[in-house]
Nanobody, 124 residues
Framework: QVQLVESGGGLVQAGGSLRLSCAGS????????MGWFRQAPGKEREFVAA?????????YYGDSVRGRFTISRDNAKNTVYLQMNSLKPEDTAVYYC????????????????WGQGTQVTVSS
């Protein structure tokens, strides 16, 4: 399995931007579809964005982030990114990246490899 490490989280004011990174090791992330999920205190983990492994051209977003967040991948760097713009206080959560062998999925249960998470806090 691929090992994943997230970075780039932090504290930002509402309306600001952050870019999260997810670095893979052990196996190349180019052969996995990748996803970002988040979990706020007291809430269930939810889907944020996903990108397919076939050319990375297929992406999918959760309703609450569509139009504000962008997922991308750099296979040469074995890294996946989540660009987050126009951040809102409700985006505050621990963000996790995950990998799946499926072509594209939004289901938590389909992802077999997970990072440890990175905290994003958006102040109002």
């Amino acid at each position: 399995q691929v090992q994943l490490v997230e970075s780039g989280g932090g504290l930002v004011q509402a309306g600001g931007s952050l870019r999260l990174s997810c670095a893979g090791s052990g196996r190349t992330v180019s052969s996995y579809s990748m996803g970002w999920f988040r979990q706020a205190p007291g809430k269930e983990r939810e889907f944020v964005a996903a990108i397919s492994w076939i050319g990375g051209s297929t992406t999918y977003y959760g309703d609450s982030v569509r139009g504000r967040f962008t997922i991308s991948r750099d296979n040469a760097k074995n890294t996946v990114y989540l660009q987050m713009n126009s951040l809102k206080p409700e985006d505050t959560a621990v963000y996790y990246c995950a990998a799946t062998r499926l072509r594209l999925s939004v289901e938590i249960s389909d992802f077999g490899s997970w990072g440890q998470g990175t905290q994003v806090t958006v102040s109002s």
